[in-house]
Nanobody
Framework: QVQLVESGGGVVQAGGSLRLSCAASGRTIIPYPMAWFRQAPGKEREFVAGSASEEFKAVYADSVKGRFTFSRDNAKKTVFLQMNDLKPEDTAVYYC???????????????????WGQGTQVTVSS
């Protein structure tokens, strides 16, 4: 088991930047998938960015490619999401997720993850 605590959310104007952090306590995160998801009001939760393990490159949703950067600091058991050029449509609650879940599922699937943080609100004003 791992406990996840997100931080770094807030209110920002369009075009601004935020950096989200997710601190894990408990076991190591090195061999496990880690990801960020988000859920906007009235919408389903969706994959934003993540990596299958410490050895694999990050993958991104098309909507955030070129603007968001996912990174892992395995020594500190922390993952980050650097969000640049934010848009109003990025407004959502952002969740950190940690595996292992169902390894047959794609990285974009919620079923790939076993532990979830409580979420942090990101609001982008136009």
């Amino acid at each position: 088991q791992v406990q996840l605590v997100e931080s770094g959310g807030g209110v920002v104007q369009a075009g601004g930047s935020l950096r989200l952090s997710c601190a894990a306590s408990g076991r190591t995160i090195i061999p496990y998938p880690m990801a960020w998801f988000r859920q906007a009001p009235g919408k389903e939760r969706e994959f934003v960015a993540g990596s299958a393990s410490e050895e694999f490159k990050a993958v991104y949703a098309d909507s955030v490619k070129g603007r968001f950067t996912f990174s892992r600091d395995n020594a500190k058991k922390t993952v980050f999401l650097q969000m640049n050029d934010l848009k109003p449509e990025d407004t959502a609650v952002y969740y950190c997720a940690a595996g292992p879940g169902d390894s047959s599922e794609r990285l974009h699937s919620e079923h790939r993850y076993f532990n979830w943080g409580q979420g942090t609100q990101v609001t982008v004003s136009s």
